[in-house]
């Protein structure tokens, strides 16, 4: 069965950064688009940016626009999420998660079928 292990999270100091990789198994990393979410305590899941199938497009939401970075490792079945200034507002816990959904991007949680279990990031003031 297709599994997605998201790690790299922990607590860091505002302004500080952080890495999350993402693995993937069990299916091809190339036939679906790739996405990380956010979830913070009582919200739903916010995407932050997902890629397409063929790595071709990348899409950002206004939240991760300019701090946080998307890219890939094919080899190895990674994605990752570089997170530069954090903020206290960036706490949560961080999902990778696949769609096979065709049209892009791929923006609701709604449209992915496969999660990780995710990583809590804490951001400290």
């Known amino acids: 069965q297709a599994q997605l292990v998201e790690s790299g999270g922990g607590l860091v100091q505002a302004g500080g950064s952080l890495r999350l990789s993402c693995a993937a198994s069990?299916?091809?990393?190339?036939?679906?688009?790739m996405g990380w979410f956010r979830q913070a305590p009582g919200k739903g899941r916010e995407l932050l940016v997902v890629?397409?199938?063929?790595?071709?497009?990348?899409y950002y939401s206004n939240s991760a626009k300019g701090r946080f970075t998307f890219s890939r490792d094919s080899a190895k079945n990674t994605v990752y999420l570089q997170m530069n200034s954090l903020k206290p507002e960036d706490t949560a816990v961080y999902y990778c998660?696949?769609?096979?959904?065709?049209?892009?991007?791929?923006?609701?949680?709604?449209?992915?079928?496969?999660w990780g279990q995710g990583t809590q990031v804490t951001v400290s003031s």
């Open positions: 069990g299916r091809s990393f190339s036939g679906y688009a």
């Open positions: 890629i397409s199938r063929s790595g071709s497009s990348t």
């Open positions: 998660a696949t769609s096979s959904e065709i049209p892009f991007p791929t923006t609701s949680a709604g449209q992915y079928d496969t």
